[in-house]
C-alpha cells in the first residue's frame, strides 16, 4: 500500500524556523517547560484560517494550554482537555492574565512572607519515596517553606499562577539532570538555591503576565476559556458544538507524560504511584491489554504490527492499543464536531527497532474512517518544538550527545480534514425535511379549507 506522505514535499512557511525562542515564548507560553508543545504562531494561523470571532476553539490534547491561549488572544472561546493534572494547572495558569498591579502587590507580600518564614519543620521526614529519590533533605525542605505560603494565597488565579511558577522550578531544584527531558538522576548536580529559582522565574512569568495582559486588553470581545481534566477519548462534551479543532496527539511510545511531570505530579499530590496512572495516557510504553486484530481498522496499522511481532510482541501490542485509542478518539472528534467543521491534527512518523512506525499515515485513514474528507496534508520542519528527538541503537531516547543515535522526528504534518455528514445523518436529516414539508402543506391545505367555509 502506497505512502500517503511518501513524496510530499516540505512547506517551509509552516516550518516557522526564522522565530527565536523568544518570539515563540510570548504573552504566558513561556510560563513551564513543556515536551512537544506546540508553536504559537502556528495555532495561531490554523485558528484564523479555519474559525470566525467567536467561534469554540478544542485541544483534545491540550497540553499545557497553547491552543487556549492562542484562541483567547485571537477573540475565540477554547476548551482546553488533557488526562494529566500538570497540564491541567500549567494551562489554567497560562490561560488567565492577572491585573499586573494586584499581581506586583501580592508578589511583594509573598516574597516577604518566604524571606521572614521560620519554619524549620522537617518536612522530608514523612516524604513520599519517590519524591525522596529525586530531592536532597535540604532541598526538600526549603522548597516546601516555600509551597506552604503559596497554598495560603487567596486569590484562586494568583496561587494557580504561583503554583505553576513553583512547579517549574522544581526539576531544576532536583538531582534531575538538567538535559534530559527524560527522568534520569545526576548525582553530581550543583544544589540550586529554592529561594532563588522562584524569585527568577517568578520576575520572568510577572513579565510575561504583563505582556499578556496588554495583548488581551486589546481584544474586542470577551471570550471563555476552559480547562477541564479528562479523556480525549471520551469528552463528555455535547454532540455538534465544536468549531474547530487543533491538536497534536501524544505519538507512540514516544513520551511518558505521566514520568516526565513526575515531580509536580508528586508534590501536588495527583497520585503516589506514577506506574498506576501511566495506562491513562495515549501512546505510553505500559503493558496493555491485547488487541484483537480485527479493531485496528487501519491497513498500515495492521502491516506494521505484523512487522514488529516478528521482533518484539509487546511493542507490537503497544502500537495496536495506539492505533485504537487514536481510532476512539477521532470518532469523539467527529461527535463533538459541528457538521462541515474542520479537525488540525499535528502528528509525525517515528522509527522503532528499525521498523517505521507511520503515525501519519495510520491516522489518515482513521481519520476518514471516522467520518471526515481529508482537505490537505501538509509536511513541515521541526523547528523549535522542545524534543529529545535521537534515538540510541537498542530504540531507547538519547540526549544526542553520546553513542551512536539517529535522529528522528525531523518533519511533522498537518492533516486538515472536515467533518462530513454520515449516511445515518443524511438519511434522518433527508426525512426531518420531508416531514416539515408535508406539515407545512397539510397546514396550507387546512387553512384552505378554512377560507372554503367562510366563502361558502
Ligand atoms: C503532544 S502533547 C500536546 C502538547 C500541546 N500541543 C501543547 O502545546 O502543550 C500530548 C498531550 O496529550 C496528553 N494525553 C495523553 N493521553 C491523553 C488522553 N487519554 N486524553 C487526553 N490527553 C492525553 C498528554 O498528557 C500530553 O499533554
Redesign the pocket.
Known sequence: MDSFTKNMVVDSSWSFSDLTKKETSYASHGYHK?????IPQLVKRLILEYSREGDLVL?????????LVEAKLNNRNSIS????DA?ILIASAKAEAIDPAILETNNKLILERIAKSNDHKDYYANANSRLKYWFKRKQFNKLFKIYNEIQRESDKNIKTFYNCCFSDILKNCSKWYSKSIKPQRDSSKKDVEPAHAFIEHLNYMTKQNLEYYNLLDKSINIVESSVKK????KTMLPKNSVDLII????YAISYE?ADIHQLSLLWFGSTKNIAGIRK????TASKRKAIKSARIRSTRGLNTIKSLERLDTGLANQIANYIV?LDLTFREMHRVLKHGKKMCIILGDTRYLGIKIPNTDMAIELINNAGFNINKVIKRKICSKIFTPYRDSTGKFSDGESGKKRRIYQYEYIIIAKKKLLLMDCGVRFFTYIYNKFLISLQEAGNLALWDKYDN
Open positions: 513543556y515536551p512537544a508543545k506546540f485541544d483534545p490534547f491540550g497540553g499545557c494550554g497553547t491552543t482537555i488533557d488526562v494529566n497540564a479528562a479523556d480525549a477519548r491538536t497534536s496527539p501524544p507524560y491513562d495516557y495515549i501512546g485509542d
